[in-house]
């Protein structure tokens, strides 16, 4: 990307330190810089010279509420502004996003990634004009944009907002919520919103790669470098580049990797099992847990440094419970996507649609859309009835009910599978939802065990404090 030729950056920030530096370095990549050290020194500045670029401290004398961001983004719309905070804060990532601000970094910022973020600014088209707020019909009229998530309650609203506006931005995004909310199918959505659409976007799921070969898995490897390393690999990291790496499950990354993600992340730099040469990437990084972090942080198993790089924007997903406007909207969407051609099934009985009503989803839209995929398979009549619902959403159904007059093999499988549903929750009550622990117990692999845990929907957060 070219640098604009004489571009003047305006900078404020009320550290004297990092103005002075800040300043020096970007004189001696070429830039103009005027450095003043609060917001009202700078609207002075912007009312008196004209600036190709703003860079902005949150933390300073006079921007107790944002105000350069505010009257800087309406006054000088065409003037991109990149925030360099402290102390990042979802409210201050979100506002900073809804204004149109052109980046979002935490500092300390590596004077490489600050020269490539001013050349990316700068190197934007001048029609960046703040995004105004949105009512709930045009937040609606978004949803068209998100065709794989449905919602259409107050809080997905809300999350169509929010992505159209972030995806756009280079900023990392950690999202939460329990299992079966759409973590990944939102991350994918950000994906395909954003500028690395044409590049991949990689999964890395943390449960599913064993601590001892993570690192040849994520960064490659040299053929010999250890016994099984038959050929050179490029690894996962490698392979998005200039796309999305997505981590799945971020909350169960063992510890000593934590600080090997966070260099990734800092420094867009790894070295590849067996090799001593680094290899340089541009990847943006999206993440997932249904753990509590804070919760994981307080007890020494999530290091803090690595939580601020991951969520510089964190999105936390509504169970289904808490959007229950959304239940049978979703029910019949996916009837309609999952139905059989030949299937007679039409709809869900009242009592069905009032049954979905009530339950709590512990498996959320995962779950909802097991069940629907089962009643449509298993209902004889049009509509579907209780009856086709499985026991936890129809209590009087007990196995042998239903298969009384036949021992079937369906009936067997279905058994087992109950069997095996009730051992694993009181194997996580047992162990208070320690997935390690219920693992070792059972006589399984970690990755093995989360596998079975998703396969029936249980989420192992349900059985911590
Ligand atoms: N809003 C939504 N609209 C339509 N389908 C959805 C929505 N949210 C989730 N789903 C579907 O529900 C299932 C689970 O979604 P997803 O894998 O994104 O959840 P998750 O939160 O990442 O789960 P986990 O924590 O177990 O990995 C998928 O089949 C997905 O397509």
Known sequence: MAKVPHAKILIADDEPLYLRTTGDLLRKAGYECICVADAHAAVEALSRESFDLVLSDLNMPGNAKLELLHQGREQWPNIPLIVITGVPSLPTAIESVRLGIADYLLKPVKYDDLLSSVRRALARPASNQPAAERNDDERRAL??????????????????????????????????????????????????????????????????????????????????????AVSDQDGLLRECNHGTAFFDEIGELPFPLQAKLLRVIQEQTFTPVGKNTFVQVDTRFLCATNRNLEMEMNAGRFRRDLFYRLGVIHLELPPLRDRSGDVVLLAQRFLQALRPRDSQVQGFSDEVLSRFQEYDWPGNIRELRNVVERAVALEPTEWIQISALPPALNPSRKIDSVSSNSFDNKSRVQAMDQAEHDYLTALLEQHEGNVSQAAEQAGMSRQGMHKLLKKHEISASQFRD
């Open 143 to 228: 949803a068209a944009r998100f065709p794989e998530i449905i919602g259409d309650s107050p809080p997905m609203l809300e999350l169509f907002d929010v992505i159209d506006r972030v995806a756009k931005t280079d900023a990392n995004i950690l999202i939460t919520g329990e299992s079966g909310t759409g973590k990944e199918v939102t991350a994918r959505a950000i994906h395909r919103h954003s500028s690395r659409t044409e590049h991949k976007f990689q999964v890395i799921d943390c449960t599913a790669v064993p601590e001892t070969l993570f690192e040849s898995v994520l960064f490659g490897h040299v053929k010999g470098s250890f016994t099984g």
